[in-house]
């Protein structure tokens, strides 16, 4: 039996008490209630049985009872359920890069489709992968409890802007610096 959004949704405001931020979801394990028929397409929107979920409210408090278990699955986690849904590429999207200063200094930072701002850096990693079968790059930043956020077409060419060359031994490699740390976005060479 598959549960109604609505009904997911109250169940995580009951159990989160008001003004403390995410809700807990690393100590909410229940057995497996089932699949829910709701899918988060490529392009970021949410579906429920085929319908785009028309409440921004509910998709933003879905994103923070996400997870993604090793298993590869991602499953909406409230204290009492845990319903498995589908994923096309990545749960969330990534737009908006915005930069503060320069060089190994700098910081870079998105905001997602859910309105977080993300600062890449040691919470929040960008990774550079590839799509199987065609090697279209696939940016990723880690968001939270293994759920990704896909840095979209336009922000991830403003990162491109952004690559410097370092060298690593006897190897030179091609990325950017955040936080203090420096992301390999391809080999030089």
Do not use: C
């Amino acid at each position: 039996m598959s549960q109604k959004p609505e009904t997911i949704a109250q169940q995580v405001e009951s159990a989160q008490a008001p003004g403390k931020g995410l809700p807990p979801l690393e100590t909410w394990n229940p057995e497996l209630s089932g699949d829910i028929d709701i899918v988060i397409a490529r392009d970021g929107q949410w579906l429920y049985q085929g319908k785009p979920i028309g409440r921004d409210a509910i998709v933003k408090l879905f994103s923070t009872i996400l997870r993604q278990e090793s298993d590869g699955h991602h499953y909406l986690v409230t204290p009492v359920e845990k319903w498995r849904i589908t994923v096309e590429d990545t749960a969330i999207l990534a737009h908006s890069l915005e930069v503060s200063g320069s060089g190994k200094d700098q910081v870079l930072s998105v905001t997602t489709n859910t309105g977080e701002t993300l600062l890449i850096g040691g919470e929040h990693p960008l990774h550079i992968g590839v799509y199987e079968g065609t090697n279209e790059p696939r940016p990723v930043i880690g968001l939270r409890h293994g759920v990704e956020a896909r840095l979209v077409t336009a922000a991830y060419y403003d990162l491109a802007d952004r690559v410097t060359e370092e060298s690593s031994g006897e190897d030179t490699v091609i990325g950017v610096w955040s936080s203090g740390n420096f992301y390999k976005i391809a080999d030089n060479g």
